[in-house]
């Protein structure tokens, strides 16, 4: 089996500041992965990489065979990687319906199109009752889920979600992960920064953990949470007496 | 709402259609033909900045680069001003690549500055290419009237020219505003980051809708040319810029109606102040004019149309969506 | 080019330099601190120019003693101005900036051409004819005065805002706004404070053109187009740029204008504008990013 998206030798230098360094992975078509690690790890950072945000100093990012690495952002959408953004971009005076269709409109050339598939993601992100609501008035959770959809309706092999989740009460959150394991259901191989653990083990195939720009382990979420490198770098020994 | 939003249209178009006929008076009629043709150059404003978003203040330069283009094929070249506009169209076009690849990532007050300045260039060329352009004696174009030399003795038919260039720009306009082209650049105008992660090359479609707009405001420069018949360096003047982006603020920008509205209500209006109040006080009708101008962008920052839109109260009313959302928020 | 004509053109320039380094350092410092890039400048500056004219025509002030009316006259006019038209378009979209300014801008001329009819006014005085003769370099004394008030007020200003808690708080403003009102700084009176300041340093430097340059309704929009320039160049925002900037701008023109037609004076500036945007857009000393779009 080839890897859907393929990181070789990774390196992403700030001026003197190493974000990123030597980091390799392989994620597979149909996974769900989770990318953890803390603060300053450089998650964000290699998300923007992979979708064209940041230019990387050293190495490839391969999707499907297809160098994707350094290539700007609208090309790197339109090879089948969409992402959200940890701070959330809405189009304040688009409507959520209209945002929805921005992102359509990548595969949809007409608008009657693109507004159905727009609508049939709303749908799948519970919020076709807010339609014809303006982004701007939506409240911060509601946004974040906005820019699941957005991302969602330009029909992506690989979603990048950053941190979707945070500020999520604990009784929406098993919400969320549903739909996105129906999303998963669909074909769409996905890639998650979260700092809620509980989700991440829930949902994640498998787990990957970033520490100080370096990959410090890889592995389903049981293996990862006894590591006890994981343990002591960043899931801290309460959580491991937990699990 | 549906029927009488389209009653409305077919009542608009029928009393655009008939309204000089009703007048005699050259003033007034004079008022329609203006009220057209800065309508029009107001659309052609419109797309890149009210939907892009990008605050031009050089659109003399596209306007001006029309009627010079008309004029010197005209009179030096002996070709009909119907070719020479579509030849001031394709120039402006070609100038709007040059200034849009030097300020297309520039943020709005220096995208505006930008634009000015390149447009007080070709106003200084204009000048001083004497040569050329005649500098500051201006373009006088003979009176001889005629279909192929698009000059007529009656205002009117200026009027059904005005007019047909107006209704297309409008009809292109909505027509942009439901299509993707549209979508994408009011996305690159709300979040560009957010815009160029969903697929859009936003460089591209600004870049598009620049030349877009830079055709169809040369169109109207070459209909101005050869309805006054004379005009000099100063119609690349940072006023005429400053003008017809106001029409399109003042009315609704980023709305297909909005240039229009504003053209016809500012038109009439500076016109009225000038005969009015002109002649008692030099500047007095300015400062009028000005003083509206500060206070309608202060307390109508959305543009007039956004005080029509509760005639239109649409399918959803935003009251009632924003309290479902609130209701969403509190689940 | 001759060694002596090179030094003449020098000093002129660096003397047209200063005055424009003065025109440009109040549109800066209200850019920097604000983010409202002030398209009624010029304006402020004939308002200057005019105040100062009938000082000395009416009040027969001498016109240098004439600054200590017009700084604060234009202090409260920059006051009024912010408090009625500026304040209302803080944290409004770009749209209502520019246009609130460009519309003001329009008002201010007008008002002019009503109070002052469109004729071309100037001083004609000994001193704003007296020349200075250094061997054989001659230069205008009233441009010397002008070059050497602009170098103290912007001394002075940086001083002020270096040394003093005032000065301190509108830096503090400038970088950020909302970690400055954390701070207790209270942000909308720093904003009116500093617009007031950026009017008066305007308001002089109309004062100092007043002997060398002649006043009309529309003299803003020949000054407004350099400063912009200016203030481009020296990056949006820097004091020191402004500074730098204006002198650079001020021996350009100086010697461009000696090299090609002087009707093409302005287009040189322009030009020279829209290279720095297209290869520095931040300016020699700016604030990397101001002028982009959000990245």
Redesign the interface.
């Given at each position: 089996m080839s890897a859907l998206l393929q990181l070789r030798n990774v390196e992403k230098r700030f001026g003197g500041l190493l974000a990123v360094k030597d980091f390799n992975l392989d994620v597979e078509p149909g996974e769900i992965v989770g990318l953890i690690g803390p603060n300053g790890a450089g998650k964000t950072t290699l998300f923007s990489c992979i979708a064209g945000y940041h230019r990387i100093t050293k190495g490839s990012i391969v999707l499907d065979g297809h160098e994707i690495g350094n290539r700007p952002a609208f090309e790197v959408c339109r090879a089948g990687v969409a992402r959200t953004f940890q701070v959330v971009k809405p189009f304040a005076r688009m409507t959520v319906l209209q945002s929805a269709m921005v992102g359509a409109f990548l595969h949809h050339r007409d608008a009657a199109s693109a507004r159905r598939v727009a609508l049939e993601v709303l749908g799948r992100l519970h919020m076709e009752h807010l339609a014809h609501v303006e982004a701007r008035s939506l409240t911060l959770v509601l946004k974040k889920r906005l820019e699941v959809a957005r991302a969602l309706a330009t029909q992506p092999r690989l979603l990048l979600l950053d941190e979707v989740m945070a500020g999520l009460s604990p009784g929406e959150v098993p919400e969320l992960l549903d739909v996105i394991r129906s999303i998963n259901a669909g074909g769409v191989t996905v890639l998650f920064v979260e700092h809620i653990m509980a989700a991440v083990m829930t949902i994640a195939q498998r787990v990957v953990v970033l520490h100080g720009g370096e990959l410090l382990a890889d592995g389903t979420p049981a293996e990862v949470s006894r590591d006890p490198r994981v343990v002591a770098a960043y899931l801290g020994e309460e959580y491991a007496a937990g699990a | 709402m549906r029927a009488v939003k389209y009653l409305l249209l077919v009542l608009a178009i029928v009393a655009a259609a008939v309204g000089p006929l009703v007048t005699s008076n050259s003033f007034v009629r004079d008022l329609w033909v203006l009220v057209a043709m800065w309508g029009a150059v107001a659309t052609a404003w419109n797309l890149i900045g009210g939907y892009a978003g990008g605050?031009s203040?050089g659109h003399a330069a596209f306007f001006g680069i029309g009627a010079y283009t008309s004029s010197l094929f005209y009179l030096d070249l002996h070709l009909s001003p119907w070719l020479g506009a579509l030849a001031g169209g394709v120039v402006a076009m070609l100038s709007a690549l040059v200034i849009g690849f030097?300020?297309i990532?520039?943020?709005?007050?220096?995208f505006?500055?930008?634009t000015l300045?390149?447009a007080?260039?070709l106003g200084?060329?204009a000048?001083?290419l004497t040569a050329l352009t005649h500098g500051a004696e201006g373009m006088t174009i003979p009176f001889a009237p005629g279909l192929g030399h698009a000059i007529f003795a009656s205002k009117l038919d200026y009027y059904y020219v005005a007019l047909a260039l107006l209704l297309a720009y409008v009809a292109l306009t909505w027509w942009i505003s439901?299509?993707?082209f549209g979508?994408?650049l009011?996305?690159i105008r709300?979040?560009?980051?957010?815009?160029?992660?969903?697929?859009?090359?936003?460089v591209r479609v600004k870049l598009a809708a620049t030349l877009l707009s830079a055709f169809m405001t040369a169109l109207v420069g070459s209909f101005y040319a050869q309805y006054r018949l004379f005009f000099e360096p100063s119609i690349f003047a940072?006023d005429i810029s400053?003008q017809i982006?106001?029409f399109a603020?003042i009315g609704g920008?980023g709305t297909v109606w909005g240039p229009l509205l504003g053209a016809a209500i500012l038109v009439p209006v500076t016109g009225e102040l000038q005969s009015w109040l002109g002649s008692s006080?030099?500047?007095?009708?300015?400062?009028v004019?000005?003083?509206i101008?500060?206070l309608a962008?202060?307390f109508v920052?959305n543009g007039f149309v956004s005080l029509l839109r509760p005639l239109f109260a649409?399918?959803?009313p935003?009251a009632a969506?924003?309290q479902?959302?609130e209701a969403?928020?509190k689940t | 080019m001759t060694f002596q004509l090179f030094v003449q053109l020098l000093a002129a320039g660096v003397l047209l330099g200063g005055v424009y380094a003065l025109i440009s350092i109040g549109l800066t410092l209200i850019f920097g601190v604000m983010r409202i890039v002030n398209f009624a400048h010029g304006e402020f500056l004939m308002v200057g120019m005019y105040l100062s004219y009938y000082l000395v025509t009416a009040a027969h002030m001498n016109p240098y003693l004439a600054l200590i009316v017009v700084a604060p006259g234009l202090y409260l006019f920059g006051l009024l101005v912010e408090m009625t038209v500026i304040k209302p378009t803080v944290g409004q979209s770009d749209v209502v900036q520019v246009f609130a300014t460009v519309g003001l801008s329009i008002v201010l001329q007008a008002a002019a051409l009503m109070a002052f009819s469109a004729n071309v006014m100037g001083l004609n005085l000994p001193i704003t004819n007296a020349l200075l003769h250094l061997g054989w370099l001659t230069i205008g004394v009233p441009q010397v005065l002008a070059f050497v008030a602009a170098m103290l007020v912007a001394a002075a200003l940086f001083a002020f805002l270096g040394r003093t808690d005032v000065g301190r708080a509108i830096r503090a403003t400038a970088q950020d706004r909302s970690a400055a009102a954390l701070m207790g700084i209270d942000v909308p009176a720093i904003y009116r404070l500093t617009f007031a300041l950026g009017t008066a340093m305007t308001g002089l430097a109309g004062a100092l053109l007043m002997p060398i340059y002649s006043v009309s309704p529309d003299v803003g929009t020949q000054f407004v187009l350099v400063a912009f320039v200016v203030v481009v160049l020296g990056g949006m925002g820097s004091v020191s740029g402004a500074l730098v900037g204006g002198l650079l701008i001020g021996i350009v023109e100086t010697f461009s204008g000696f090299v090609i037609d002087p009707q093409w004076k302005a287009a040189i500036y322009f030009i020279i504008f829209l290279i720095v945007l297209v290869v520095r857009p931040a300016g020699l000393f700016g604030i990397r990013g101001s002028e982009e779009t959000a990245s």
């Open positions: - | 605050l203040l030097i300020t990532r520039l943020r709005g007050p220096f505006a500055l930008a300045a390149f007080a260039i200084i060329a000048t001083n439901v299509s993707r979508y994408y009011v996305a709300e979040n560009e980051d957010a815009a160029q992660a969903l697929g859009i090359d936003a940072t400053v982006a106001l603020i920008m006080l030099p500047g007095i009708d300015a400062f004019y000005g003083a101008l500060v962008i202060l920052p649409a399918k959803h935003p969506t924003q479902a959302a969403e928020a | -």
